[in-house]
């Protein structure tokens, strides 16, 4: 075969690769036990992120470096990362809010930092305790520091279609809060539907108003289940072009701050969701399944012992 044609069948195939490609990050460790009444044990975090990481899932966000005072579930960040045992190609990240817990997570040697904002001004001050403005620039700082530290920084906008405090969001305050965050610098955009409101439809007029922002591929979707539509989700956000989803193992997962946001879109069940819509992961399913079991029997048994 002429080597013009090799390249070309070259070029194809990568490309197919890519279109076929869907980026998972894993969230139960962060989303999930972030939720629970019962402290998990260190031990216990560090065992569950082992087991994802051998699932072979390219992205965990294992923990928060918010404070301890607001998310005492979390309160052992630094002692997590430094518990677990990293697999080559994984990427292990953290939510950062603010320059306090940047410090924190550049000593936990974090390799990606997640900062986060509300699209709506009643979760921002129940969550954040600032306006969006506020924790706009709070960030500002945490992001430009990130980047000399030569970390990468995923920004989460949250409430992308209702608040359980200020009710139905619009469209256009979510691509404003977006366009906000790309200003100030985060090279990933993460869209929450926080409290799992989001329906195929009002999920594809979001993107709608955000394309002349982004790109669906170069966006990151955020789902909780709370009405049963996250999977019907994931199949229109396939559609829409979305190819990197977040997940949590079992289904753990929710917001102390969000009435109404119980667990995160079960990782297992979208692997195979996008395996069905014909996409690849490189993800072992079964190990995933496996994890949240594992972990769910935990913390079924942390609440017996704390009953
Ligand atoms: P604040 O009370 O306004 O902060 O909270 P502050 O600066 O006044 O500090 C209060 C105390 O906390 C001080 O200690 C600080 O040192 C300490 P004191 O002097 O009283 O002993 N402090 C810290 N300690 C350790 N690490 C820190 C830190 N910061 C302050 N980083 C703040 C403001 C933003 C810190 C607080 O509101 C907070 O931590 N919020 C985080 C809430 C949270 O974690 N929510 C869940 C994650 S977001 C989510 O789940 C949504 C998502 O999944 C996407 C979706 O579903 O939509 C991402
Ligand atoms: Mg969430």
């Given amino acids: 075969m002429a080597l013009s044609h090799r390249v070309a069948r070259g070029v194809i195939a990568r490309r197919e690769e890519a279109v076929n490609s869907i980026r998972i990050t894993e969230v139960g460790p962060r989303d999930g036990l972030q939720n629970e009444l019962v402290r998990v044990p260190t031990d216990i975090k560090i065992q569950f992120i082992n087991l994802l990481s051998a699932a072979g899932i ?9 404070s301890p005072t607001w998310v005492p579930q979390l309160g052992d960040a630094a002692e997590v990362l430094h518990g677990i045992t990293r697999r080559g190609g994984t990427i292990y990240s953290a939510l950062v809010p603010n320059e306090r817990g940047l410090d924190r997570a550049l000593e936990a040697e974090v390799d990606k930092i997640s900062v986060f904002v509300s699209a ?76 799992g409101a989001a329906q195929p439809e009002s999920l594809a007029q979001l993107y709608e108003v955000m394309a002349s922002l982004v790109e669906p591929a170069a966006t990151t979707l955020h789902l909780h289940d709370t009405n049963g539509q996250a999977i019907a989700c994931v199949r229109r956000g396939l ?15 929710g917001c102390p701050f969000a009435q109404g946001a119980p667990g995160n879109v079960a990782t297992e069940v979208l692997l195979s969701a996008v395996k069905d819509a014909g996409f690849e992961s490189g993800v072992d399913a079964q190990r995933v399944a496996d994890a949240g079991r594992w972990m769910r ?3 079924a048994s942390a609440c017996g012992a704390s009953s």
């Fill in 58 to 66: 390219p992205e965990i966000e294992v923990t928060s470096f918010v």
């Fill in 239 to 253: 559609e829409l072009g979305v190819r990197s989803f977040d997940a949590s193992a079992g289904g753990l997962g």
């Fill in 297 to 299: 029997q935990q913390l």
């Fill in 120 to 195: 709506t001004e009643g979760f921002s001050q129940r969550n954040t305790n600032g306006s969006i403005e506020q924790v706009l620039q709070r960030i500002t700082p945490v992001i430009t520091r990130a980047h000399l530290a030569g970390l990468p920084v995923r920004g989460y906008v949250s409430c992308i279609i209702r608040c359980p405090w200020d009710g139905a969001v619009d469209p256009a305050q979510v691509r404003r809060v977006c366009a906000s965050l790309l200003e100030i610098g985060v090279d990933e955009l993460d869209l929450g539907d926080t409290i």
